[in-house]
């Protein structure tokens, strides 16, 4: 059974930082494509960041110079390197493969970005 599990989040103001981290078991995550994404509030839940399983990365564009996406597979784990954080990137986020698989959606973790 595979599961994921988001750590990591907190109340943080705004320009600080954060490191989420994604940790996987039932699954390699060495071989699969991950992503994360997150939901506001009232909003729709939206991709931010992905890395392949051969380390290429790609970033929503308001994130972009801002967040890091990276993997440790030795840990089984990949990480979300929050820098200058703002209020708008206040939301829950959640990892997941790419492709998405619906079973794997976590609890997520809650950033809360103050003013």
């Known amino acids: 059974q595979v599961r994921l599990v988001e750590s990591g989040g907190g109340l943080v103001q705004a320009g600080g930082s954060l490191r989420l981290s994604c940790a996987a078991s039932g699954i390699i995550f060495s071989i699969s494509a991950v992503g994360w994404y997150r939901q506001g509030p009232g909003n729709q839940r939206e991709w931010v960041a992905d890395?392949?399983?051969?380390?290429?990365?790609s970033y929503r564009a308001s994130v972009k110079g801002r967040f890091t996406i990276y993997r440790d597979n030795a840990k089984n784990t990949v990480y979300l390197q929050m820098n200058s954080l703002k209020p708008e990137d206040t939301a829950v986020y959640y990892c997941?493969?790419?492709?998405?698989?619906?079973?794997?959606w976590g609890q997520g973790t809650q950033v809360t970005v103050s003013s």
């Open positions: 890395i392949s399983s051969v380390g290429t990365t």
């Open positions: 997941n493969t790419m492709p998405l698989r619906s079973a794997y």
